[in-house]
C-alpha cells in the first residue's frame, strides 16, 4: 500500500473509536453490557479478553451496529454509528471501514464458490470490475487460501481453509477497523502465526483492530491495550491477568539454573512464576459455574411464574373456561368487565410474555384498522360508529382472548405438554393410536423451534455484517442470498440432532410407555382453578 | 489388571453398510483392544481416522458391517453387536437435549430406557448432582453455558448406568473454558469409578497415565500411556509426532528440561502435569 493510502485511510478512520457509556439489553431481557466506555486508536490492536459471557462478542456486535444500543453513543472518528431520529439508521460510510468476522460465520456461505464468496463481501463497495479480480486475488492470498481452492465450493472446503476463506472476504475489503470475534479459536500454529503477520501488517499501514479471545497469549506480542469485560463494563487488563507464557527453553534454563544451585528460596520463586502461567486459565475454571449468559437476569420472578407451578391440564382447562364466557359477552360493559379479568389475571405474568410486544402492537394496529374499514360509508364518504361498533367489539373480545393465552406458553414446557397430552389421551393406545410417538414428536418439534430461531438470528447478524445494511431489517434482497444457505444449516442441526438422539438411545420404539413423572394437580392448581371460576362468575354476572 | 474385562474385540473390521456414502470402504480395520472396568482410554485421532467409528461400535450402534469377534463380559460372551448399549455424547451441545431443563431431559431419557417407573425420579437427580448441576435442575436449557449443556448430556448417560460413558469429542464445539470444566467433571466421575471413552483431537485434554489409543487410517497404531507418545529419541521421531501430533507445552517444556539433565518422571502432557511435576521434582 503506498503512503497517499494510508494518509487516506488515517483521514477516514479519524483516527479512533470511541464508545460511551453504552448499554445493550438482551432480546431475551436482562442486561448484557452496562455503562461500558472504551477508546480504540487506529494503528493499534486491542485484545477484549473476559469470562465467557461477560459480553465480548456482544462488544464486537455492537461496535458494528448489529446490536441497537439501548443507552450511549458509539463514534469512529467524528460520525455517529447510529443517526436518525431517535437512532434508527446506520450510518453507512462507518459500516464500510469496518470488517466484523463473528465466531461461527465461517460455516455460513451464501455463494456456490469461493471466489463468489470474496465477490459477494466485495460488492457495497462498487468496486470497478478491472481490479476486482486483481483485490480478490490479493486478498486469498494474504488469507493464504490457495489459489486453486477460489473455484471451489465453500462447504466442501476444510475447516483450516473455510477460516481462512473468511479471512480473505474480510481482507477484500480493506476496512480500517477489524473487529475479530475468537480468530485463533481452532487454527493450529501455522494458522495462528499468518493471522499474526495478517494483523501486524494492517496494524503498519494504520488499521486499527479489536480482537475478542479466549487465548491472549497467541496475540499479546502484537497488542497495544488488553482490555477486560467484567460485571459488563470495560477496564483495562492488569499485569496479573495477562497471561505470561514463557517459552519452554527459556523456562527450562531458570529452573535448571535454579536447581543446580539448589537454592531453595530462588526456587520457590521459580515455582510461583510457573503457576502463575496458569493462575488466570486454573480462577476462570473454577469461576465457570456462576458464568452465564445475561449478567442481570429476571430472577425476581414469582415462585409461580416458573413453568413447574401449574398442571398443563388445570390451565388449559382455565383458559377454555374463562374464554368460552368471554365469547357469550356481547356490550361494552362486558369487555371491560374481560379487560379487567385479562388484566388480573395476565398482569401478574407480564415478565413471561413480554417479548411478544411486537405482536400485541401487531394485532391491536390489525384491529383498529379493521375497525376503522367497518365503520365506512361510502357516497359520501364517512365514518360511523353504529357500524363499526359491533367489530370493535367482536375484535376487543379476540384481542383479550389473545393476551390472555400468551401467559400459558412461558407457563408449559414442551415436556409437560407432552405429559398432559399423554396423560389426557393414553386410552387411545388401547385402540392402536401410537400417542407416545406423537406427544414425542410434539415435544421435539418445540425444542427445535428456538434452535432455528437463533440460527436465523446468526445468519441475519452475518449477512447484515457482509452485506453493510445500514436499516434494522435485513433487505428482501438480501433474504434471498440467505434462504437457500439457511435451510442447508438447519438440515444439518436436523440431521446432527437425529445422530445425537440415536446417539442417545432414543431410537429404540418400546411396546408400553413408562413414565417416571406424571402430572398431578396440586394447590396452586386449586387457587388457579378457584381464580378462573371467580372470573368465570364476573363475566356471567355483568 | 485384575479388573472385570467389559469388552474385548479381536481382530475387528469395520465396512460401511450398502447405500452408505462410503460403502465397502473399510471404517475399521484389525482392531485388537480390550477395556477393563474403571479404566480411562483417550481415543486420539485426525479427522476421519476411525474415531467416531469405534466410539459407535463401542456403543452398539452401528450401521455396519462386522467381521472379526467381539466378547462381552467377564465371561466373554460372543456377541455380534454389544448389548446393553452405551449412549454416546456427542459434540454439538444442543443437539442431542429435548428436554428443556436438565431435569426433564435426564428424565425422559430414563423413560425411553424404560427403567421402572419408581426409580427414574431419584436417578436421574442423582446423576445431574454428580456432573454438578444439583443447582440447575430446572433452570431453562437455553440459559445454560454450552459445557452445562454437555454436563446435562453426560449426565443423561450417566443416569441409564452404562457399563461405560463414551464421549465422542464432547468438547470439540466449546471454548477453551468450558472444555476443561467439562473435562474436569469426567476426570472426577472417573475417580469415582466410572469407565471413561474420551475421543479428542487435542493431545492437552490428555493425562500423563492416560491409556491413549492412537487411531490412523481405522488402525490402531498406538496403545500405550500417554507419556510414552512423545517419548523416544529426538523431537519429530516419536510416534505422536509420527501421526501430526504437535508436542503440547508440558512435553516441550519436559524436553527442555531433559537436555539440562533434568528428567520428569512420567513425562508431563498437560500443564497441570507440568506445573505438579515442577514442584515435586526432587522432593
New interface residues.
Partial sequence: MEAKDVAAMKEQSGGEVRIFHIRIAAETGGILLNDASAVFRSGTITLLIGRNGAGKSTLLESMAGLRELAAGVIYYGQDSLWRGKRNSKLNRDVLLQLGISMQQSQSQWFKSTAYEEIAYSLKPYSVAREIQSDLITSAANSAGLDPDLLERDPWSLSGGQQRRLALACLLVCSPAWLLLDEPTAGLDETGKRRLAEVLAFHKGKGGGAVIATHEPEALLELADQVLVLDGGTIRAAEASELPRREEPAAMAERLAAAWHNKHQHQQQILQGQLSSINGASISLIQNRGDAGQVLAKDTAQAGWLHPHAFDPRVLMAAYLMITSCMLALGTWRGIAAAGAVTLALAGPCWPLFKHWIPVIRGVSLLSVVLIVIAGLQFGPLAFQWSGAEATAITLSRLFLMMVLGMPLLGLVTPFRLQRALDQTFGWLTRFGVPVAAFTMLISLIFRFIPLLMEEWGRFRRVAKARGKVASKGVPLSQMKVMLLPYMRSILRLAENMADALEARGFGVQRKKPVYGFRLRPGRSDLWLLLAALGACAVLLLV | MTQQLLVELQDVSVKAKSRQVSEGVFLLQCIDLSIRQGEWISVLGMNGSGKSTLC?LL?G?HPFEISGAVLVGAEGKRSDILPG?A??V?Q?P????????PW?DV?????????P?????NR?EEALYEV?LGERL?QKI??L?G?QKQLA?IA??LA?APSMLLL?EPTAML????S??VL?RVRRLHESGVTVVWVTQLVEELNALDRVLLLDKGRIVFDEPAHHLFSGGESGQSPGEHYGF?PP?GV??A???M????VLKPMPIN??E??QA??H??S
Avoid at chain 2, 444442543?94 to 431443563?101: K, M, Q, V
Avoid at chain 2, 471454548?175 to 468450558?178: H, I, L, V
Avoid at chain 2, 537436555?259 to 533434568?262: E, P, V
Fill in positions: 459407535k456403543a450402534i448399549a449412549p454416546i456427542m454439538h444442543d443437539a442431542g437435549l429435548i428436554g428443556s431443563t426433564e428424565v425422559l431419557m430414563l423413560e425411553r430406557h424404560g427403567f417407573e419408581k426409580e427414574i425420579i436421574a454438578g430446572h437455553e440459559t453455558s459445557g448430556a443423561g448417560c441409564v465422542d471454548d477453551a473454558e468450558a476443561a470444566y474436569s504437535v507445552y516441550q517444556a524436553r527442555e528440561l537436555n539440562r539433565g533434568i500443564r497441570r507440568l506445573e515442577v514442584k521434582y526432587g
